[in-house]
């Protein structure tokens, strides 16, 4: 089945650095990656849609400059967490679309997840 | 306000009871999708409903879509603790353009051995 990888599976860093997150199709071709964000006890919440070759779509509330998104191939989309601080602590999954080959509906395969500590 | 409504929000239970979760909306919806969690992992998907009044079985979980495609449930028979974990009930929004899941808050469910 379609497996996606997330890297790293957690990360501590200072306030102010920043960080990045990759997100992989291993064994498909992703034209469309979504990152999710989850505080503890909640549920995912989507940031934005990761397009390959183009600019990402950012949900209504979530700062472009601060979270940036690049897709720059049909299997990696990176989400970097810029000048990070402790509020951006959580935990940050994406999310690939493949097409299913015998009724064609678009299924969804999550990443395990990336813990993000910001000290 | 949310667009997916899920009920309750923790639960938990003995080992061998059965237990329904719930997902509701006033919105109407060509598909949903269940998702399961476990701590430190991203959702897994366990079903989606496209037909109303459709019900799947998945060994000892039932799902059902309502009539009006507005709302669904999940029914588990005999809960063990290998059950524990959030589920998430998700549909397809394209409320920003985009159409990425949007997820109900979860049910947190506790199956105690």
């Known amino acids: 089945g379609a497996v996606v990888s997330q890297h790293p599976s957690w990360v501590i860093c200072k306030s102010g650095t920043s960080v990045k997150i990759e997100c992989r199709s291993l064994?498909?071709?992703?034209?469309?990656m979504f990152w999710y964000r989850q505080f503890p006890k909640q549920s995912l919440m989507l940031m934005a849609t990761s397009n390959e070759g183009s600019k990402a779509t950012y949900e209504q509330g979530v700062e472009k400059d601060k979270f940036l998104i690049n897709h720059a191939s049909l299997t990696l989309s990176t989400l970097t967490v810029t000048s990070a601080h402790p509020e951006d602590s959580s935990f940050y999954i994406c999310?690939?679309?493949?097409?299913?080959?015998?009724?064609?509906?678009?299924?969804?395969?999550f990443g395990a997840g990336s813990r993000l500590t910001v000290l | 306000t949310q667009l997916l409504e899920q009920s309750p929000q923790f639960l938990s239970i003995q080992e061998g009871e059965n237990l329904t979760v719930y997902c509701n909306s006033s919105?109407?919806?060509?598909?949903l999708q269940w998702y399961r969690q476990e701590p430190g992992e991203g959702p897994v998907l366990l079903v989606t409903v496209v037909t109303g009044g459709e019900v799947k079985k998945l060994k000892r979980l039932t799902f059902q879509f309502g009539d009006a495609r507005k709302d669904s449930s999940l029914h588990i028979t005999a809960a063990q603790p290998g059950d524990t974990g959030l589920y998430l009930c998700a549909v397809v929004y394209s409320g920003g353009g985009a159409d990425g899941l949007t997820f109900g808050k979860g049910t947190h469910l506790i199956i105690q051995p």
């Open positions: 999310s690939a679309r493949s097409l299913t080959g015998s009724t064609g509906a678009n299924v969804l395969t």
């Open positions: 064994d498909f071709q992703a034209t469309t």
């Open positions: 919105s109407v919806f060509s598909s």
